[in-house]
């Protein structure tokens, strides 16, 4: 196929894309991100170490507790939206296409038209990072999975940061960057390392675009295993408040607001709750006069009635997740969802 057919092909795919989009009532763009935690099938994997969420593994996973999950998390992405369902969604731990496919095609989500993003990385327990995409009003322009391999660990498998252009109606494109960094599980010290190399990689990512356009729009989502004034966001990131002025160009953590606040994150250790989760957008996005920009810039802890449960222990609420140490109660996941809004002017 020669160059220009080509290009005609991608001037009819964009026309009839902008075309449907114009049918919406705003140029508004819900973007959330979700761990969804072990959104596994119950389908052994001999190259994955995911026998604890098969039939006969230790969390007895089935068919059945599988198609619950799909309908909670369908649930959440339902109730989140004003009146639809987010456009873009980044997902954390889910282990292939097949969750993702059952959750997009087999699922209340089903009539609202996502496709799906995702790459399988190398990590040892076959949990990955995924965007799904309403495609009437999102068009991908290109996709990559970014590697991580530990230059202290070099033999380690760990989770690729996923990257998308994405063009939001008639606007200018947008960068995603999808995130789930090395968690604590191992102690939170020897893990420091690991946590900063991932900002290490999303930096120089950034800086390579933001150098070769400082008013690119950027939003990074993810579950980071720090929270938004540890050294890996704070110092190596430079993700910071939006009441800092520093440098142009820098990137803006839209959850610094919840950090000093009682009773307020995306997951509760004990009696702690902080922000796993976490928003980050550069700086051009907080600008009101730019032709994409946050609304009221900020983002937003989404926590339903029922995502929560009375916490007996330690007092107040916490999340309603799918096990309780080894029993299953059924729930939806260990972390809460998190979303912004983006305005798109013409």
């Not at 973007?31 to 389908?43: M, S």
């Not at 937003?300 to 107040?316: R, S």
């Amino acid at each position: 196929m020669n160059k220009i057919l080509v290009r005609i092909l991608m001037i009819v795919v964009l026309q009839g894309f902008v075309t449907a989009h114009a049918q919406r009532d705003s140029l508004r763009f819900q973007i959330a991100f979700y761990n969804t935690e072990n959104l596994f099938d119950p389908q052994d994997d001999s190259t994955k170490n995911d026998d604890a969420f098969t039939p006969e593994g230790m969390n007895h996973w089935s068919y059945a507790r599988l198609r619950r999950k799909i309908n909670n998390i369908a649930k959440v992405f339902v109730a989140m939206g004003e009146p639809e369902p987010p456009d873009i969604i980044g997902l954390a731990e889910i282990e292939n296409d097949y969750v993702l496919r059952q959750l997009c095609y087999h699922s209340p989500l089903e009539r609202f038209g996502y496709s799906i993003i995702h790459y399988d990385s190398p990590d040892a327990r076959g949990i990955d990072v995924a965007l799904l995409y309403r495609k009437e009003h999102v068009h991908i322009l290109y996709s990559k999975a970014i590697p991580i391999v530990f230059p202290f660990e070099p033999k380690s498998r760990n989770r690729d940061i996923l990257h998308c252009r994405a063009l939001l109606g008639i606007c200018d494109t947008v960068h995603l960057f999808v995130n789930h960094w090395t968690s604590r599980y191992s102690g939170y010290a020897a893990t420091i390392p690991k946590r900063n190399y991932y900002a290490q990689v999303l930096r120089h990512h950034t800086d390579s675009i933001l150098q070769a356009n400082p008013n690119a729009a950027i939003v990074i989502m993810g579950d980071f295993n720090d929270y938004p004034t540890d050294e890996s966001l704070r110092h190596i990131l430079a993700a910071r408040s939006p009441k800092e002025c520093e440098s142009p160009s820098r990137l803006i953590n839209l959850m610094m607001e919840f950090n000093n606040l009682q009773n307020q994150g995306t997951h509760k250790h004990e009696d702690f709750w902080g922000c796993l989760d976490q928003l980050i957008v550069s700086e051009s996005l907080m600008d009101q006069q730019q032709r994409c920009h946050i609304e009221e810039k900020r983002a937003v802890i989404f926590k339903a009635d029922f995502m929560v449960v009375p916490d007996e222990k330690y007092g107040g609420e916490k999340v309603f997740r799918t096990f309780f140490g080894p029993r299953y109660i059924g729930g939806y996941a260990d972390h809460l969802p998190v979303f912004l809004w983006l305005r798109c002017q013409e």
